[in-house]
């Protein structure tokens, strides 16, 4: 489900949140006793309708504007407050890693210090990567608290946000455990995190962990980014994470519904710009600022089509390579072996035993 508003043709397609990431990022005011309705107001929010969104601009505005009142990252929610300047040494901490294995435990170390209430973790398992997150203590004594639930979603999204800023594209998370019950909201797990968000809710008296899964291979990763692309990245930082490597965002929705609707055919940029009536220049740049890439989008079109006509279809592997615009088979075998780490008829089989 996409939620998009647009007023009128003249307005760009604007990307909504969903009020219950609202309420959560809030829940750490009260221990502070400070009364959100003015900042609120200022930001023209109002969450008295729970069952309405907010454009995912303001929502970073209020991220932002939040770590800012109450000289904490982490939002009030912890025993300890995140101070201003964390997310920027977390950053600095993984620039100069070889890889995205590397720069995650540096993450890991370092959140250590300054968020000792969750403890994150890196694992390989059977050609899986899983980025774990483990209460150390039980952050509410109601599993379904608000601003435990945003506490999980959050630290994921940051987490994921900026590996994929750090490999300089999408990293597809495969699944996501989360441990609570699906919350009013889950609707946008798909947009933000996975189609294949699950919830397990924690037991009582234990505390939670989640588990997200994704390919190992996208550890091997190389950091791509330097000094400069750090400058203009924490240029509205942490808040603008909340606004990239979403699966919602206007120019990537285009761009993948036209590669979509040519295939077989591979369009390029330039046949992408001529379409749209923009400069190849133009398209790069918007792709770059919703924290994509026309390559990075050509890929996960393919890769996510490629899933599911292997488990949704009895169509042979030669087939769907010829329908995704593959040449040949070898070349689509080893594309899906890079995302997944497995060869497609090892996969079919893999999921085929599930059923």
Same mark, same amino acid.
Request: with cysteine; aromatic share 8%.
């Given at each position: 489900?996409?939620?998009?508003?647009?007023?009128?043709?003249?307005?760009?397609?604007?990307?909504?949140?969903?009020?219950?990431?609202?309420?959560?990022?809030?829940?750490?005011?009260?221990?502070?006793?400070?009364?959100?309705?003015?900042?609120?107001?200022?930001?023209?929010?109002?969450?008295?309708?729970?069952?309405?969104?907010?454009?995912?601009?303001?929502?970073?505005?209020?991220?932002?504007?939040?770590?800012?009142?109450?000289?904490?990252?982490?939002?009030?929610?912890?025993?300890?407050?995140?101070?201003?300047?964390?997310?920027?040494?977390?950053?600095?901490?993984?620039?100069?890693?070889?890889?995205?294995?590397?720069?995650?435990?540096?993450?890991?170390?370092?959140?250590?210090?300054?968020?000792?209430?969750?403890?994150?973790?890196?694992?390989?398992?059977?050609?899986?990567?899983?980025?774990?997150?483990?209460?150390?203590?039980?952050?509410?004594?109601?599993?379904?608290?608000?601003?435990?639930?945003?506490?999980?979603?959050?630290?994921?999204?940051?987490?994921?946000?900026?590996?994929?800023?750090?490999?300089?594209?999408?990293?597809?998370?495969?699944?996501?455990?989360?441990?609570?019950?699906?919350?009013?909201?889950?609707?946008?797990?798909?947009?933000?995190?996975?189609?294949?968000?699950?919830?397990?809710?924690?037991?009582?008296?234990?505390?939670? %962990? /989640?588990?997200?899964?994704?390919? @190992?291979?996208? !550890?091997? =990763?190389?950091? #791509?980014?330097?000094?400069?692309? +750090?400058?203009?990245?924490?240029?509205?930082?942490?808040?603008?994470?909340?606004?990239?490597?979403?699966?919602?965002?206007?120019?990537?929705?285009?761009?993948?519904?036209?590669?979509?609707?040519?295939?077989?055919? %591979? /369009?390029?940029?330039?046949?992408? @710009?001529?379409? !749209?009536? =923009?400069?190849? #220049?133009?398209?790069?740049?918007? +792709?770059?600022?919703?924290?994509?890439?026309?390559?990075?989008?050509?890929?996960?079109?393919?890769?996510?089509?490629?899933?599911?006509?292997?488990?949704?279809?009895?169509?042979?592997?030669?087939?769907?390579?010829?329908? /995704?615009?593959?040449?040949?088979?070898?070349?689509?075998?080893?594309?899906?072996?890079?995302?997944?780490?497995?060869?497609?008829?090892?996969?079919?089989?893999?999921?085929?035993?599930?059923?």
């Amino acid at each position: 489900m996409l939620h998009r508003t647009n007023q009128n043709s003249n307005t760009r397609t604007q990307t909504t949140v969903a009020m219950g990431f609202v309420t959560g990022m809030l829940a750490g005011l009260a221990r502070h006793d400070i009364n959100p309705a003015p900042l609120l107001a200022a930001l023209e929010i109002d969450i008295a309708d729970t069952a309405s969104r907010i454009p995912v601009d303001r929502y970073a505005a209020l991220y932002n504007r939040l770590n800012q009142e109450l000289d904490d990252e982490g939002f009030g929610l912890f025993a300890q407050p995140m101070r201003l300047g964390s997310f920027e040494f977390l950053c600095r901490a993984c620039l100069s890693a070889p890889t995205l294995a590397e720069a995650l435990t540096r993450a890991c170390r370092f959140l250590h210090i300054v968020l000792p209430d969750l403890a994150v973790s890196v694992r390989r398992t059977q050609g899986r990567a899983e980025l774990v997150i483990s209460e150390t203590r039980r952050l509410s004594d109601n599993p379904e608290n608000a601003g435990r639930i945003f506490a999980f979603e959050w630290l994921l999204r940051l987490l994921h946000g900026l590996s994929c800023w750090l490999a300089g594209r999408g990293i597809g998370l495969d699944s996501v455990i989360f441990p609570y019950r699906k919350p009013a909201h889950f609707a946008d797990y798909a947009l933000i995190f996975t189609e294949d968000s699950r919830f397990a809710p924690t037991l009582p008296g234990g505390n939670g %962990t /989640l588990v997200a899964s994704f390919n @190992a291979n996208l !550890l091997d =990763l190389p950091v #791509r980014r330097d000094e400069a692309a +750090l400058t203009t990245f924490l240029n509205g930082a942490p808040g603008k994470i909340t606004t990239l490597y979403r699966r919602d965002r206007e120019m990537v929705i285009r761009v993948r519904d036209l590669l979509r609707a040519a295939l077989p055919d %591979t /369009l390029s940029l330039e046949n992408i @710009a001529d379409r !749209l009536h =923009l400069s190849p #220049r133009t398209i790069h740049r918007r +792709l770059d600022e919703e924290g994509s890439s026309f390559r990075g989008i050509k890929d996960a079109l393919r890769r996510d089509m490629a899933l599911a006509r292997l488990t949704k279809t009895r169509d042979s592997i030669a087939q769907v390579a010829a329908d /995704l615009g593959y040449a040949d088979t070898s070349a689509f075998y080893r594309a899906f072996v890079e995302w997944t780490g497995m060869a497609p008829v090892h996969y079919r089989r893999h999921w085929a035993g599930r059923d």
